[in-house]
Structure formats: structure tokens, C-alpha cells
């Protein structure tokens, strides 16, 4: 498992655990419950990638598409991220929380540019001014 999904996995147990200490649950029901929550989201994005192109995003709902964009931002995907979120249609309640996440990658990949833009002159005398 790479680190991003350990992270992930580690977070869902985490708010598991304080949830089941919240429903007087044990630990082991809620760390079961975190890992078949992972691997459920696992396997729906596996069924997600193994569709047609064109029938990938019909197929789903405006909700599906929300969790799965999210998901995509969790694993570092963001052009699936992306997506998944301008797959939204307007009327649907979910439409808010995609543009603002949408807006948010926005942001991100602009600083990232930024960054890549600045990185040649971070070398020889102008090491220390970055």
C-alpha cells in the first residue's frame, strides 16, 4: 500500500475509533468497519476504472461522482479529481461543494506553477534568496 492510502486508512480508523468510543462500541468493530469501508471504496473505484471511457461517467450520480472526486484528491489524482468534479451538473445539491473544491485545485496547481517557475533561479547565487 503506498503511504497516501496508509494515511487515509489511518484517518477512517481514527474517526472510527472516536465514534465507536462515542456509540460505546469496541475498537475491533470499528477498525473492521474502517477496513471495509476502505476496501468497498477500493472496489468502487476499481469498477470505475475497468468501465468504457464513455460510459464511466454516465453511469454514475452526481454524489457518486462527488465521493469519488474526493477519493481521487485523497490518492493524489487530480486530474480524476477533476473529473469527477466538472462531471456535476449545476442542479445538482452537490454542485456547491465540487466548485468549491474545484477552486481549491485551481489554487493548488497555480501555486505548484508558481513553484516550478522558481525553482531554476533557486540554484547557484541565488540559492539562499529561496
Given at each position: 500500500?503506498?503511504?497516501?492510502?496508509?494515511?487515509?486508512?489511518f484517518f477512517?480508523?481514527?474517526?472510527l475509533?472516536?465514534?465507536?468510543?462515542?456509540?460505546?462500541v469496541?475498537?475491533?468493530?470499528?477498525?473492521?468497519?474502517?477496513?471495509?469501508?476502505y476496501?468497498?471504496?477500493a472496489?468502487?473505484?476499481e469498477?470505475?476504472r475497468?468501465?468504457?471511457?464513455?460510459?464511466?461517467?454516465?453511469?454514475?450520480?452526481?454524489?457518486?461522482?462527488?465521493?469519488?472526486?474526493?477519493a481521487?484528491?485523497?490518492?493524489?489524482?487530480?486530474?480524476e479529481?477533476?473529473?469527477?468534479?466538472?462531471?456535476?451538473?449545476?442542479r445538482?445539491?452537490?454542485?456547491?461543494e465540487?466548485?468549491?473544491?474545484?477552486?481549491?485545485?485551481?489554487?493548488?496547481?497555480q501555486?505548484?506553477?508558481?513553484?516550478?517557475?522558481i525553482?531554476?533561479f533557486?540554484?547557484?547565487?541565488?540559492?539562499?534568496?529561496?
Amino acid at each position: 500500500m503506498s503511504l497516501s492510502r496508509v494515511i487515509v486508512l489511518f484517518f477512517i480508523i481514527i474517526f472510527l475509533a472516536a465514534f465507536a468510543l462515542w456509540q460505546n462500541v469496541s475498537l475491533e468493530l470499528a477498525t473492521e468497519k474502517a477496513k471495509a469501508f476502505y476496501q468497498s471504496g477500493a472496489l468502487i473505484a476499481e469498477r470505475v476504472r475497468s468501465l468504457p471511457p464513455a460510459d464511466n461517467y454516465r453511469q454514475l450520480t452526481p454524489a457518486q461522482h462527488l465521493v469519488l472526486g474526493k477519493a481521487a484528491i485523497a490518492f493524489g489524482e487530480i486530474e480524476e479529481a477533476i473529473k469527477h468534479l466538472k462531471a456535476i451538473p449545476r442542479r445538482a445539491k452537490e454542485y456547491a461543494e465540487a466548485q468549491r473544491l474545484l477552486y481549491q485545485l485551481e489554487d493548488w496547481q497555480q501555486i505548484g506553477e508558481t513553484v516550478d517557475k522558481i525553482a531554476p533561479f533557486c540554484e547557484g547565487p541565488f540559492r539562499l534568496a529561496c
